[in-house]
């Protein structure tokens, strides 16, 4: 059974920085791609950042370009998302993803089929 455990969520100050980690366990997690994912109060999930599984292809949305950075390390079965200069709108739940097919070349193909529960994330102004 695949799990995805997200953590490092919390309330910082606009132009702060977090740094979010997702571990997974229940299957070889070097062999696929990861992803973030946020919702917003009121709003739908929407895609965030993406990495391939060997980390040579990463993609994000235009929103948070520039400013996060998704990596992963396979030796601890772990991806994370550096989030830096942050901004009030990017207050949300933010969702580990886990592609349902290995060796995904292009992390912007990234079809997720396992999420994680969520980590709250909060930016004050």
């Known amino acids: 059974q695949v799990q995805l455990v997200e953590s490092g969520g919390g309330l910082v100050q606009a132009g702060g920085s977090l740094k979010l980690s997702c571990t997974s366990s229940?299957?070889?997690?070097?062999?696929?791609?990861m992803g973030w994912f946020r919702q917003a109060p009121g709003k739908e999930r929407e895609f965030v950042a993406a990495?391939?599984?060997?980390?040579?292809?990463?993609y994000y949305a235009d929103s948070v370009k520039g400013r996060f950075t998704i990596s992963r390390d396979n030796a601890k079965s772990t991806v994370y998302l550096q989030m830096n200069s942050m901004k009030p709108e990017d207050t949300a739940v933010y969702y580990c993803?886990?592609?349902?097919?290995?060796?995904?070349?292009?992390?912007?193909?990234?079809?997720?089929?396992?999420w994680g529960q969520g980590t709250q994330v909060t930016v004050s102004s």
């Open positions: 993803a886990g592609d349902g097919r290995s060796y995904t070349l292009r992390a912007s193909t990234l079809s997720p089929l396992y």
């Open positions: 229940g299957r070889t997690f070097s062999n696929y791609a």
């Open positions: 990495i391939n599984w060997s980390g040579g292809s990463t």
